[in-house]
């Protein structure tokens, strides 16, 4: 596929759960992406990575919390969420500072009860 | 300024049809326009791109035309095919930015 992993694909949690989402990109790229797709908006942009450093944060809750350990790994950890959270949560890769030519995930479909 | 209007939301064409979709941006800043496409199921993968400096871009089947001074692009599929039906993100990049601005989406369908 895409060289860009997710896991898991699917999850369902209750409000007061903790999980955690687990990217990985085989692509040797430097920057990494999470991003949130609903139904009733554009893909939206939470976190941006560029070699391990948090370079971006799109004014995101506090209950997404990113972790970037090396330039090939990328979590997102989910505590406290909303139903309003539920969505289609994708990560990509890049291999410049400019986040030209992002190379996505499958995506883990979030469902919060 | 930030924004990308995509349209149709939704386009249902013909097999061997042309299917088109229209973007539009207002930040001129922005220099790299990217198309996705995206089965269900899966993440978005690129399709082709395009900068400011040419017209036309063609790959295949798929062909980006810019208007830079109307600061509009859209994507026409030639010779559509039942497998090309998708969702189609256009976005916007400038060089100083991380961010991809993404378009709304057409869902495309090709019927046989």
């Known amino acids: 596929e895409t060289g860009v992993t997710q896991t898991p694909r699917h999850l369902v949690m209750g409000m007061t759960n903790k999980k955690s989402l687990k990217c990985e990109q085989h692509l040797g790229h430097n920057a990494m992406y999470w991003y949130k797709q609903s139904a009733k908006k554009p893909l939206e942009l939470m976190f941006v990575?560029?070699?391990?450093?948090?370079?971006e944060n799109n004014s995101v809750p506090s209950r997404f919390s990113p972790e970037c350990p090396n330039s090939s790994h990328l979590f997102l950890h989910l505590h406290t969420l909303q139903p309003e959270d539920s969505a289609l949560y994708l990560c990509?890769?890049?291999?410049?500072?400019?986040?030209?030519?992002?190379?996505f995930g499958p995506g883990t479909r979030l469902t919060v009860t | 300024q930030q924004q990308v209007k995509q349209s149709p939301q939704s386009l249902i064409v013909q097999k061997g049809g042309i299917s088109i979709i229209n973007c539009a941006y207002e930040n001129t800043a922005f220099d790299y326009f990217p198309w996705y496409q995206q089965f269900p199921g899966k993440g978005p993968a690129l399709l082709i791109a395009?900068?400011?400096?040419?017209s036309e871009k063609k790959e295949g089947r798929f062909t980006i035309s810019f208007n830079k001074s109307a600061k509009q692009f859209s994507l026409h599929i030639m010779d559509s095919q039942p497998g090309d039906s998708a969702t189609y993100f256009c976005a916007a990049s400038k060089n100083s930015s991380y961010k991809l601005i993404f378009g709304s989406g057409t869902r495309l369908l090709v019927r046989p």
């Open positions: 990575y560029s070699l391990e450093e948090r370079v």
């Open positions: 395009i900068r400011p400096d040419v």
């Open positions: 990509a890769s890049s291999q410049d500072r400019a986040g030209y030519e992002q190379y």
